[in-house]
Nanobody, 119 residues
Framework: QVQLVESGGGLVQPGGSLRLSCTAS????????MGWYRQAPGNQRDLVAT???????NYADSVKGRFTISRDNAKNTVSLQMNSLKPEDTAVYYC?????????????WGQGTRVNVSS
C-alpha cells in the first residue's frame, strides 16, 4: 500500500509563513501529478496548487504570488511554501498524488494538516 504523510501545519499570525511537506511511501513505481488541496469548515475541498512530474505548476487564483509548490521526485515529496498568510487561508490542507503501482494507477490523499491563521 501507499501512504502520504503531511507535516508542517500550525498556528501563524496574518502575514506570516508556513511550509507544508508531504512524503509518499510504499510500493511506488512512479508518481505523476502531486498537489495540495484545502478544506475550510463548512466548505468543499478546493485546489490550492498542483505540480507535474516535470515541474509544471498550477495555482488557485487566491494563492498566486503567495504560495509556491515544489517537489523532489527522488524523495517522493511535495512541499508548499506559504507566505503572506491571510485568515482566509485557514483550513485543513491535504496532499494528493497520482501514483503508479504494479496493480495500476491510483489517487491517494494524506490525512490532512491544519493551518490556522489568526492573531
Amino acid at each position: 500500500q501507499v501512504q502520504l504523510v503531511e507535516s508542517g501545519g500550525g498556528l501563524v499570525q496574518p502575514g506570516g509563513s508556513l511550509r507544508l511537506s508531504c512524503t509518499a511511501s510504499g510500493r511506488i513505481i512512479r508518481i505523476n501529478d502531486m498537489g495540495w488541496y484545502r478544506q475550510a469548515p463548512g466548505n468543499q475541498r478546493d485546489l490550492v496548487a498542483t505540480i507535474t512530474r516535470g515541474g509544471t505548476t498550477n495555482y488557485a487564483d487566491s494563492v498566486k504570488g503567495r504560495f509556491t509548490i515544489s517537489r523532489d521526485n527522488a524523495k517522493n515529496t511535495v512541499s508548499l511554501q506559504m507566505n503572506s498568510l491571510k485568515p482566509e487561508d485557514t483550513a485543513v490542507y491535504y496532499c494528493n498524488a497520482h501514483i503508479y503501482m504494479l496493480s495500476g494507477a491510483y489517487d491517494y490523499w494524506g490525512q490532512g494538516t491544519r493551518v490556522n491563521v489568526s492573531s
